[in-house]
């Protein structure tokens, strides 16, 4: 039983995670950010009726710089334990989910 604790706790605090697996998984957490927030940047240029949340456009703006430096620091540092790195991983994932659910939810505006 203490075997499979300590096991699992070494797991957990590993900080080996392969160069490429890297890569691929910063490189997709980009291209899904990158993609949210230029989804509403173009609903926003095509659109009609939304001038209002122009405030909105500006906090994307910034939402997704942040969100490329946090990105860059993972790819950037190994020693990052993998309990970490993963919930990190899962943070970006679903404050993203929860940006577009906000973002698309906004009514136009009444004039």
Not at 31 to 52: K, N, P
Request: glycine share 6%; charged share 15%; aromatic share 18%.
């Amino acid at each position: 039983m203490t075997e499979n604790l300590t096991e699992a706790k070494e797991k957990l605090l590993s900080t080996e995670y392969p160069r490429w697996r890297n890569l691929l998984s910063c490189t997709i957490l980009v291209l899904f950010t990158t993609g949210m927030v230029s989804g509403w940047w173009y609903a926003y240029h095509t659109a009609s009726d939304i001038e209002c949340h122009k405030g909105m456009l500006y906090f994307s703006a910034v939402w997704l710089a942040v969100q490329w430096v946090v990105i860059g620091y993972l790819y950037r540092y190994q020693n990052i334990p993998k309990f970490a790195r993963e919930a990190i991983n899962l943070l970006i994932l679903l404050g993203n989910v929860w940006f577009g659910l906000f973002i698309f939810s906004l009514q136009p505006c009444t004039q």
